[in-house]
């Protein structure tokens, strides 16, 4: 355990800036905070959690994957690919640090998507545990611990000043660039803080929401529920909750024609738009029932089937606040789980 | 080091079918010259160009763009350039509130015997597209290499 | 008011004045309300709820109803009774399977406001008098209504409503001077680059989420032409600058002339993005360059884009101060 104080925060962000891009969250013109990259006179915004999620590193919402040229009768294909910078991520709350495993479930297994996978080689994640938890968190539901989240380096803000912890060997390697302002810290300061964290998170509302008759094996018993329609009456069609959400990890490729070649690209997709399973033959969902349920059941049958049980959602709550009508995959759990009643 | 090159502006014409292309025809047939930076589209009435149109022209590297149509009153269906002319002052107006340059984009009305005007608006707003230069606030940097 | 819109409510569907209502469902922490249909007594005794949360506009969910037919009692604020008259003059509803009760409002709360200021950990919200009294894990807090009032209500252009068929609370007069126009103007005085500089931080922002393209009333095309993938425009993100111009601009001039200013999509947006300043740029050279005009007051007036004047202004005259 190592101790920074806060007095040298500023210097501990110089240190790692020197030889990594470095990104922490910043609070924008409407007060909100969004990741933005680290210079001398940055401040550190004190929101609980970043507007849009930190998978935007890893798995950007547009990227160009290889162009087209052509010449007469010969196509040449260029690899737009440039070599990757280190960048070190701060500040990654423990919803977000638990999203990257559920990405990581999806793009790192064969066939690897090599794109996802340099950035994630590039990218050191530094965590901070929640000191304020909100009323729409609910992470511990899924076995999630925000007072002691993952990623290469996790810190706490303690009363003694900022503590860090190295959890790999990418996290050590990042702190031995900060040495000279690192003093041993005292793990008690650690556990005071994760003990008042936890006392809070005792009392949100939601940290007692069940997950019981939800998971893996539910389809036959959930998939032709009469709720569905209901909870879906009001759903815009929009794709708000699939982008601000931080493990949604669907794509659309497609191909921009410049005028003197092509730019293949691929950008978030959301299962919440009508064409997003438009084919040749057709539309496979043609109502927004359909598709909310998709969304739904992905997250919360779909993916633990395939997981081995574990949620694809990290109840980081930003679907909560962010839903034009208000419904979200809350709301869903209790009508549809066994408990919530 | 590249050469710099001298700034030839790309200038989107939209004309109408019955006045201003017949006007861009009766210039060239009475020998007055226009640049050849502006590239005409054919349109059947001032009043078919849409918004999208216009923008599209900008992403696709025009740094300016140009809509001409019979005058007032004489629209072959009628009305057609007056609805057109309601869309364009209000476009044009907005894309002044976003900051995009308000000289780029104009409007002017080309009767089929106006094979002088069509050459001297042409050369007048090619003059002010290469004095304000190239497109930035509405380009699409794909289109551009 | 929430207790006698119920009980009304509960009457319609007993006397078959309706077979369904249109209201607001209440959620987890009294400001997350859902749009819903209640179809019995025992659903609105549950949870419908009128309070200074229910913000949506319910207006444009009654293109989709009345497509599923039978009769439908819809409670609408008078802002959202502009949305329905110009739903109704572009056909686009009909009036005869609708029971509109107009509901008194004096102006909505944004939550958003009330996190700003610091308040967090909200359990529940209750309203006293000109406070809301804001339950929280931490305790409570008292909040002064004016200071949680969202943005599109301090500049109320209207308390008036335009269309109902009984009225629950007393309709209120139109508002003279709203102020709504201020912030355009004040933008209009800028220069073109401030302007510039000002709207690229605000739509390099947008997410494309298409959030303020879905709740927006006046947005109800079949398909958009920006999902059509024959339009040449389709597009699922925006890739870059000319991108989030082109989607904004052309979603503005779609609803020009048509916006009644019901503030939907600044509502909604999740980057906070002040979308009615295009929608209100345009209203507010409709007004000075075609006459006042204001969408959805009258269901047989002409749009503005589908009329015009001999002697209109020539688009070279229109524009605000040259670079």
Aim: hydrophobic share 35%; glycine share 8%.
């Amino acid at each position: 355990m190592k101790r920074l104080s806060f007095a040298r925060l500023n210097e501990f962000f110089a240190a790692i800036a020197a030889s990594n891009a470095l990104y922490l969250p910043v609070d924008n013109s409407k007060g909100k905070a969004e990741y933005k990259k680290w210079q001398e006179g940055t401040e550190m915004s004190r929101q609980l959690n970043t507007l849009r999620s930190a998978k935007d590193f890893f798995f950007p919402q547009t990227e160009n994957l290889m162009e087209f040229k052509m010449d007469g009768k010969s196509v040449e294909v260029i690899d737009t690919r440039r070599e990757a910078e280190d960048f070190v991520i701060f500040g990654v709350r423990a919803c977000d640090a638990a999203s990257f495993k559920i990405l990581d479930s999806v793009y790192l297994v064969d066939p690897v998507d090599s794109y996802y996978k340099t950035r994630r080689e590039h990218g050191v994640v530094v965590t901070l545990a929640c000191a304020r938890p909100a009323e729409t968190c609910f992470c511990k539901v899924f076995g999630i611990d925000a007072a002691d989240p993952a990623g290469d380096v996790t810190a706490w803000e303690t009363d003694e000043g900022l503590m860090l912890r190295a959890n790999t060997e990418k996290g050590e390697k990042l702190l031995s660039l900060t040495a000279a302002l690192l003093e041993e810290g005292d793990e008690r300061a650690v556990e005071a803080a994760q003990e008042k964290t936890r006392e809070i998170i005792e009392k949100l509302p939601l940290s007692s929401l069940s997950t019981e008759g939800l998971g893996a094996g539910k389809t036959a018993e959930l998939f032709d529920r009469p709720e569905w329609k209901a909870l879906s009456e009001a759903c815009l069609g929009c794709g708000t909750c699939t982008f601000v959400c931080p493990t949604c990890q669907c794509y659309d490729v497609r191909d921009f024609d410049t005028g003197n070649g092509i730019k293949r690209f691929r950008c978030w997709d959301s299962c919440m738009y009508s064409d997003f399973t438009l084919m040749a033959h057709g539309n496979s969902r043609n109502s927004q029932v359909e598709r909310f349920r998709q969304r739904f059941m992905h997250k919360l049958v779909y993916y633990p089937d395939r997981s081995g049980g574990t949620f694809g959602c990290v109840g980081c709550g930003r679907c909560l606040s962010r839903c034009p009508i208000s419904m979200n995959i809350v709301k869903v759990m209790k009508t549809l789980g066994g408990k919530n009643k | 080091m590249q050469d710099v090159k001298e700034f030839r502006p790309k200038i989107v014409a939209f004309c109408c079918n019955w006045c201003s292309y017949a006007g861009a025809d009766l210039a060239g047939s009475s020998r007055l010259s226009y640049p050849a930076d502006v590239k005409i589209i054919r349109v059947p009435c001032s009043c078919r160009v849409n918004p999208l149109f216009i923008l599209r022209a900008f992403q696709r590297g025009a740094d300016g763009v140009i809509m001409a149509g019979c005058h007032p009153g004489d629209c072959h269906y009628t009305s057609g350039n007056y609805f057109a002319r309601r869309r364009m002052t209000l476009l044009f107006s907005m894309l002044d509130y976003l900051g995009i340059e308000r000289e780029r984009t104009r409007v002017e009305w080309i009767s089929a015997a106006e094979g002088a005007k069509f050459s001297k608006t042409m050369n007048e707003f090619a003059a002010t597209i290469a004095a304000l230069g190239e497109n930035k606030r509405l380009e699409d940097l794909r289109c551009k290499n | 008011m929430q207790e006698l819109m119920k009980k009304r409510a509960i009457e319609l569907l007993a006397d078959g004045t309706c077979d369904r209502v249109l209201g607001w469902e209440k959620g987890d922490f009294a400001y997350d309300q859902t749009p819903a249909l209640f179809h019995t007594a025992e659903e609105l005794r549950a949870s419908f709820v009128y309070n200074g949360f229910s913000a949506a506009n319910l207006s444009k969910y009654l293109v989709k109803e009345c497509r599923a037919g039978g009769k439908i009692a819809v409670f609408l604020k008078p802002c959202d009774t502009y949305s329905f008259n110009q739903l109704l003059a572009e056909h686009r509803i009909k009036r005869e399977m609708i029971y509109v009760i107009g509901v008194a409002c004096d102006g909505k709360a944004d939550v958003e406001k009330l996190k700003d200021a610091g308040i967090d950990g909200i359990t529940d919200i209750r309203e006293e008098g000109e406070c809301y009294v804001v339950s929280t894990i931490y305790g409570d807090k008292t909040v002064k209504k004016a200071e949680a009032l969202a943005e599109r209500c301090l500049n109320c252009k209207s308390r008036k409503h335009m269309a109902y068929d009984e009225l629950i609370g007393e309709s209120g007069e139109v508002v003279p001077n709203s102020g709504r126009f201020d912030m355009v103007e004040q933008l209009e005085a800028m220069t073109p680059d401030e302007r510039y500089e000002f709207w690229r931080g605000e739509l390099s922002r947008c997410i494309r989420c298409n959030a303020c393209r879905n709740v927006c009333p006046a947005c109800t095309c079949e398909q958009c032409i920006f999902d059509n993938p024959k339009s040449g425009v389709a597009q699922k993100a925006a890739v870059n600058s000319f991108e989030e111009n082109m989607f904004h601009i052309i979603r503005a001039f779609h609803v020009a002339g048509r916006c009644t200013d019901c503030g939907e999509c600044s509502r909604v947006c999740p980057e906070h993005i002040p979308l009615h300043l295009l929608n209100r740029k345009f209203i507010k050279d409709v007004n000075s360059f075609y006459g006042e005009y204001q969408a959805g007051e009258d269901p047989a007036a002409r749009p503005p884009l589908g009329r015009y004047e001999k002697n209109d202004i020539e688009p070279g005259e229109a524009g605000g101060n040259r670079a």
